[in-house]
């Protein structure tokens, strides 16, 4: 039980690494550099696998394993304990964050090799690694919350990672400051949850609701309120409507970053906090629902920008918005086991196609815009047959780790509101369609770039080897659901079970046992492997191979005979323009006309600038006093004894 | 022979301090201002002298000792200013002794 025990090795050694790194890197060399930024995570990845071991031997009852180090803050009622635990949510997210540093940290090497502020780099992304392992091991809200936070300043920092480009600066605010948005939500969400059970920590909270018959001793409007608050922090976090518009400027930092930080792990904390506050969301109806419908209409309305985008990275950004939003459609429609499936098997694909992403970019030199590529399919054959696979996972193509999670959040949803589950289909085919389009134009077809200016290379060994294994999981990532196709077991869903189970509503625990016992093992399989979703993929593939292969001049012909609706997604749907027309001019006005001009200068200048004049013009006509005249002096002298004696008389009189 | 009353005494004592101070302020030679100040200061002590026999206290005359030895030391100090005055300036006439302002 020796990691167990000390939970706090795993969070330790990033932030010992990040501050090797940080405070003393100037003077490292690379190999330095990247044996303390990689070997912090590769321990920390080796302490998920003892947690794993040591987890495996728990027995059921001491589950979540909760350990409490020390006192951080007591006020009164209010006290908060630095304390982490494990359950399986934990494990699940512990591995996804630890593996997936990892493999990016190995890519990162090969990827900023000829970057300036390579240890900065290093330094920042083992930062973000300590944070977030500091929000999935929390065992109360606060100090989840701390880790919410660092994870955004972290997205922030690598996100401005080029900080002598203004557009790179401009994202990194942007992200910044619309979470933050998101993020006043919490907070007071956080607050109203400490005021309605008296306690941050997850336990305490979650055993208030079970205790009380029927359920009922939190209102639950009072509930409804604080998942509505808790649900706005995720959506600016996760990016979804209508907070989305940060994550597609993200893309101005680093490829690495944005396979780490905006595909694979942080955006999916908002995923991870539904999840866990998964007894409180249960118990609020209405609030469920809006998570499912933020989740669908996202899902949908971000593949629908993906169509049209000719940044590589960008189509990759509004398809992780789209996926999330699928991440919480699960959610929202009570099948929390499926949201954090897709969680997990997004973050292998995602992160893969970011990865791979990058490469292509690498080899192209630098250019991102997929016009200008083509015909990559032979000249870099590892980074095709990785991301091919994972278009593969993503379009839910069967076998792949995208199919399992995604049919699985289907399939909740059809049974719940079928028009959120048309909603989700129709983005399902949007999303296959975009992704066979970003192959298609990057990969085949004939090179459309300068030959003689650009020397396409595959990428070093250390980018690739990330690529290969982040194949795999995109492969086999999604078996251990397998066996529910012939009527077996969701290995996943079983071994989740009891996180989402232990603090269930009564009522939902019987609705979930009918669900399962509906239908029989072979239709399952026949319903999955035939179904809607499979098809409409099949359908997008399809559609993208008869646009950019077979004729190439059809979408040129399509976006011209429908020229308003497709400067209407190519613009994407004005929203940034809206934000800024309703928002931002608005906010800059008041800035500049009331705050700068009256308030700053008027108010608070003119009180400092007031008390320095008046110092300053008394001062100088008191100083005429100091005349150099000694018999003014004199007199002086005289006044003051007059003065003296007439008030020193004076008193005495009136104390007589 | 009748006592003097005391209030002759304070009369004296604050006409002797009364032309200390006219003197004080008026006159221009710096050994007249200096003699102005121990004029003053002799006026008080008179004060100090007729109180003292007029309560029977001796504190008024300790008082007194106290203030000659200090009129002792100040006037040796001040003396030995104005000497070092004249000799850098050639003069001692206040209104020319001027530098000390703002």
Known sequence: MFILDHLWIIIALPLIGAAINGLLGKNFSKTIVNSVGIGSIALAFLSFVEVVREFAQLPAEQIPWVKTYFTWITAGQFKVDFSLQVDQLTIIMLGVVTFVSLLVHIYSTGYMAHEEGYYRFFSYLNLFVFFMLTLVLAANVVLMFVGWEGVGLCSYLLVGFWFLKQSAISAGKKAFITTRIGDLGFTIGILLLFWTFKSVDFGTIFKQLVGAQPDAAVPTGILTTICLLLFIGAVGKSAQLPLYVWLPDAMEGPTPVSALIHAATMVTAGVYMVARMNPLFSRAPLAMFVVALVGALTAFFAATIGLVQTDIKKVLAYSTISQLGYMFLGLGVGAYAAGVFHLMTHAFFKGLLFLAAGSVIHAM????????????????????????????????????????????????????????????????????????????????????????????????????????????????????????????????????????????????????????????????????????????ALAGLLLAWWFYIKSPQTPKKLADSLPAPYTLILRKYYVDELYNFAIIQPLLWISTNVLWHVVDEGVIDGTVNGVARVARESGSELREIQSGNARSYATWVVIGAVGVTVLMLGLWGMVR | MSIVPISYYLVLSAILFGLGIVAFVFKRNIVTIFMAIELMLNAVNLAFVAFARAHNQVDGLVFVFFVIVVAAAESAVGLAIIITVYQNRQTLNIERINLLKF
């Open chain 1, 365 to 536: 030199g630098g250019d991102q815009e997929m016009p200008h590529m083509g015909g990559l399919r032979n000249k870099i054959p590892i980074t095709f047959w990785t991301m091919f696979i994972a278009t593969f996972a993503i379009a839910g193509i069967p076998g792949f780790a995208g199919f399992f999670s995604k049919d699985e959040i289907l399939e909740a949803a059809r049974t719940s509101n079928i028009w959120l589950w048309l909603l989700g289909l129709i983005g399902a085919g949007l999303t296959a369609f975009y992704m066979f389009r970003l192959i298609f134009l990057t990969f085949f077809g004939k090179p459309r770039y300068d030959e003689h200016e650009v020397h396409v290379h595959e990428s070093p060994h250390n980018m690739t080897v990330p690529l290969i294994f982040l194949a795999i999981l995109s492969t086999v990532g999604g078996w251990v659901a397998a066996p529910q196709l012939v009527g077996g077991t969701d290995y996943f869903e079983k071994f989740l079970h009891p996180v989402f189970a232990m603090y269930a509503p009564a009522a939902a625990a019987g609705a979930e046992g009918a669900a399962e016992a509906a239908e029989a093992p072979g239709i399952m399989l026949l319903h999955a492997l035939a179904g809607w979703p499979v098809l409409i």
